[in-house]
């Protein structure tokens, strides 16, 4: 029997506790914060052990690390390092959905030295992103081709009939998380010139983009993607680029957010008793008797009429609902709201899409390859997050113990060793690319 500790029983972790204990032969300890939500996603199974963590308590999360064969964080990423030290002490092999840090890379060393695999950014993006988007590159590679020019987006959003707000969105992960990516500067790589864009002006440098039989969409850079021309081996692309999909209106609403100053984590004092109106008019400056979102359309330079200011006043923006007493910063204050008024309602399900765009040159010819998911969230079941974030570090773990990986140290999944099974079993599960190849 092996067993497998899985840190953290947050919206994503389910699809894995549930794939687990499907597994022969398989020991599942869940420890999270609110025991109950471990309990919940065991649901009574006897392979299943639900722990109250407190992720502080070194000791108990070192003694639980201590037990398990393989090891699965789903803990905020601040957290990664910790536990990865520790499972570096008790030789257990790691695996994580999150990014790759600095302090986790210079961890691979010693990973080495203890013979354990810590296989980070195994979940949709960063997980199925690389691995599919390797899958092709290493096939045109094969065929005596280089690729030229790379693009990559996903979008996490829900289905268009469960479309029924103004702001085009439903969290169904971590709102603060979406949140807080929205003041992240951006780079890529275009036509061979770097392109760098600051956090605030990063909704303004949005592109419009069809996806054939699923709709249009709004396209906007994700991070630093120039790092990727040399992890994904594309030293032949000018152009490098991963973007993030939204629907039409978000990029334009979020940058007002932005310049309205709501995303400010810093501690404010004195908004005790106050509303998220008040908030909205220190922000800005408004005088007492001012019309808000008049005052608001001015200052952010719009009409009154604008589209942005009927989606702020829906938010709640500019009313009299009280700031909430446990929290005391803008972007803390608007998670609330937001979790509040744009969270997947009952019986609605999610849409997951990732496009991939490569031009591949070959000695004779050149062609435009697309490779394409879309794939929806289970209504009243899973969600394509949960789903797409989950299954991929839960095959991991079942590859790992089946010795199918050998691999020690630090890794993301971009070699065929660690992609090709699980992107084979994503397939059987039915989360499944479509490509399609022209000449150009």
């Known amino acids: ?58 000791k108990k999360v070192d ?18 390092v910790k536990v990865a030290e520790m499972c ?20 691979d060393k010693k990973a080495k030295a203890a013979g354990i695999l810590i296989l980070n950014e195994c979940g949709l993006d960063p997980g199925i992103d690389h691995m599919s988007a390797m899958r092709i590159i290493h096939t045109i590679e094969k065929n005596k081709g280089k690729v030229i020019s790379f693009k990559s987006t996903t979008g996490a959003l829900p289905s268009h009939e469960a479309n029924n707000n103004p ?24 036509n061979g010139k770097e392109v760098s864009i600051p956090g605030e002006q990063l909704f303004e440098n949005y592109y419009l983009q069809d996806i054939k039989g699923t709709g249009a969409f709004e396209n906007y850079p994700n991070r630093n993607s120039i790092p990727y021309k040399e992890i994904y081996g594309l030293k032949n692309a ?27 984590d810093e501690p404010l004092k004195g ?11 220190h922000l800005i400056g408004a005088k007492p008797k001012d019309a808000l979102p008049l005052t608001t359309a001015l200052y952010l330079g719009l009409k009154p009429y604008a589209a942005i200011i009927k989606r702020l006043e829906w938010l709640g ?36 899409i990732m496009h991939h765009e490569f031009i591949a040159e070959y000695p004779s010819k050149k062609e435009y390859v697309t490779s394409t998911l879309v794939d929806y969230g289970i209504p009243d079941g899973d969600t394509s997050v949960a789903r797409t974030v989950a299954l991929p570090a839960a095959i991991a773990v079942k590859i790992i113990l089946n010795k199918q990986i050998t691999l020690t140290g630090v890794h993301i999944p971009v070699i065929p060793e660690i992609y090709n099974p699980i992107l084979d079993e994503l397939e059987e599960i039915g989360i499944i690319f479509k490509e399609k190849t022209e000449s150009l």
Not at 88 to 107: C, E, F, G, N, P
Not at 183 to 190: F, M, T, Y
Not at 258 to 264: D, I, K, P
Request: with cysteine; aromatic share 10%; glycine share 6%.
């Open 1 to 58: 029997m092996k067993t497998i500790l899985v840190l953290g029983a947050g919206m994503v972790s389910r699809p894995m506790i549930r794939y687990l204990l499907d597994q022969p032969d398989y020991h599942v300890i869940m420890a999270s914060r609110t025991v109950s939500k471990a309990e919940q996603m065991i649901d009574g199974n006897p392979k299943g052990e639900a722990f109250s963590l407190d992720v502080n308590d070194d």
């Open 271 to 281: 908004f005790i008793g106050k509303t998220y109106g008040d908030l909205t008019r």
């Open 317 to 352: 923006l500019f009313g009299n609902e009280l700031l909430p007493k446990d929290k005391n910063n803008p972007l803390d204050y608007l998670n609330v709201m937001t979790l509040q008024k744009m969270s997947m309602g009952p019986h609605e399900r999610d849409m997951v």
């Open 88 to 107: 570096i002490k008790h030789k257990k092999q790691m695996i994580t959905t999150s990014y790759v840090s600095d302090a986790m890379r210079a961890l």
């Open 167 to 190: 702001f085009g969105y439903k969290f169904s992960w971590s709102p603060r998380g979406v949140l807080l990516a929205s003041r992240n500067s951006a780079k890529w790589l275009e």
């Open 63 to 80: 003694d639980l690390i201590s037990k398990a064969d393989v090891v699965v964080s789903l803990l905020p990423y601040a957290y990664h």
């Open 238 to 264: 000018k152009t490098v680029y991963r973007g993030t999909f939204r629907l039409t209106g978000w990029c334009e609403t979020i940058r007002a957010i932005v310049a309205l100053g709501w995303l400010n």
